[in-house]
């Protein structure tokens, strides 16, 4: 069993930043690619970033230029920098873990974050 631990959601203006961390305990952690994706009330989950264990990044048209993802091995943990938020960026922000990668995208692993809230309203 793989114990992932996320944190850093919460409420901000439009404009305003916040950082998200997901802290994976399992080893190999470096040989993982990763993802963050988003789902708001009434709209499916969406992929909004992803990683690989080479820390080859892709972003959703949505938020490329705002968002960051990144990875430190040696702590175990994923992160998203989010910044210049606006109201449509409201969602619950899961992390997920050991998924596979290729020309179609990221493709989900069986290991999810619990859910972390981000609100962005004035």
């Known amino acids: 069993q793989v114990e992932v631990v996320e944190s850093g959601g919460g409420t901000v203006q439009p404009g305003g930043s916040l950082k998200l961390s997901c802290v994976v305990f399992?080893?190999?952690?470096?040989?993982?690619?990763m993802a963050w994706y988003r789902q708001a009330p009434g709209k499916q989950r969406e992929t909004v970033a992803s990683i690989t264990w080479r820390s080859s990044t892709r972003y959703d048209d949505s938020v490329k230029g705002r968002f960051t993802i990144t990875r430190d091995n040696d702590i175990h943990t994923l992160y998203l920098q989010m910044n210049d938020l606006k109201p449509e960026d409201t969602a619950v922000y899961s992390c997920?873990?050991?998924?596979?990668?290729?020309?179609?995208?990221?493709?989900?692993?069986?290991?999810w974050g619990q859910g972390t809230q981000v609100t962005v309203s004035p």
């Open positions: 399992r080893s190999s952690f470096n040989l993982l690619s």
């Open positions: 997920n873990i050991g998924g596979s990668v290729d020309d179609g995208g990221y493709h989900p692993g069986q290991y």
